[in-house]
């Protein structure tokens, strides 16, 4: 076994999020992936093994802090990356099938970017009044500042609040602790186009500790879902996130005639090949 670091979405190497990936996993057990994923201290790692299904190039198992995840969009992107770089051939030319939790997930090689197309939402539609009110407890957020409340529930079971604006959104004061299972976001709209929205992400650790994610594929995908069915985005937009923890990424979010979503942002490799014992 293997170990890479990666770097996701970030606007430059070590801007983004980063992200342990683990090459021939087969022999690890769940308790010990959890293990190795909380050792590392990133907000998840991932675990390459064989596929099972005859479509995809592999499969994927994705932990973080807490547990395992059905699927996440930093991990997804740093993965492909990953396995292309020790010498994966996809079945499709210039196309990667991951198999992960929420099913295949297809990722594609543009040019300098990889791009992965955002799975269907688990659960949309508004939160109730009750979960509007801890969201935005939970974030530091005046609800009178709130404009929409959203579930953007891809397999992390995001509950989005959409603010009136970027610095809105780059103010708040998130509480320290929140109960394990916790994923919460904002976003707000900048005034100039590029880039066109901020976006903030924060969960609970397996410590009760509500930590800020620096760059949050899922997250960014479902708000992408969110944005351009409501008419609020068209075509495609770049949304920026990490800004408050030191962070720089972008995320380039873009709708295809088809109604499909894709996520894309540029993947860099800090170091490869660690051998795991």
């Known amino acids: 076994m293997q170990l890479d ?14 992200l342990g990936v683990v090459h021939a996993a ?4 769940a308790e010990a992936m959890l293990r190795l994923t909380r050792w590392i201290g990133f907000s998840e790692c991932t675990f390459l093994l064989p596929p ?7 499969r994927v198992r994705i932990f973080y802090p807490a547990g395992e995840l059905p699927f996440a969009g930093h991990p997804t992107l740093g993965t492909a990356h990953a396995w292309l770089r020790a010498g994966g051939q996809p079945k499709r030319a210039g196309v990667v099938v991951q198999e992960c939790g929420v099913g295949l997930v297809e990722v594609r090689i543009e040019g300098e970017l990889l791009a992965f197309k955002a799975p269907p939402l688990v659960k949309g539609g508004p939160l109730s009044a009750e979960e509007r009110a801890e969201v ?6 005046d609800e009178a500042g709130i404009v929409d409340a959203v579930h953007a529930n891809n397999g992390p079971g995001w509950k989005l609040l959409r603010l009136r604006s ?3 959104v780059l103010a708040a004061q998130p509480v320290a602790r929140a109960p394990l299972g916790t994923d919460v976001g904002l976003v707000g709209p900048h005034d100039d186009s590029d880039p066109a ?4 992400a924060f969960f609970a650790n397996a410590n009760g500790e ?3 994610d620096p760059v949050t594929g899922s997250l960014n995908a479902a708000t992408a879902q969110y944005l351009f069915a409501s008419g609020l985005a068209q075509d495609r937009y770049i949304a920026r996130q990490g800004q408050q923890i030191g962070a720089d990424g972008r995320v380039h979010c873009r709708i295809e005639p088809d109604g499909a979503v894709w996520i894309g942002g540029r993947v860099d490799t800090i170091a490869a090949g660690a051998a795991l014992r």
Not at 5 to 18: Q, S, W, Y
Not at 136 to 141: E, F, K, P, Q, W
Request: no cysteine.
């Open 26 to 29: 087969d022999g690890m057990s």
């Open 197 to 200: 929205w901020e976006v903030r």
């Open 210 to 212: 509500l930590k800020e």
């Open 136 to 141: 935005a407890r939970l974030t530091g957020v």
């Open 52 to 58: 099972t299904h005859p479509d995809a190039d592999y």
């Open 166 to 168: 970027a610095a809105a």
């Open 5 to 18: 670091l990666v770097d996701v979405f970030g606007a430059r190497a070590m801007a983004g999020n980063p």
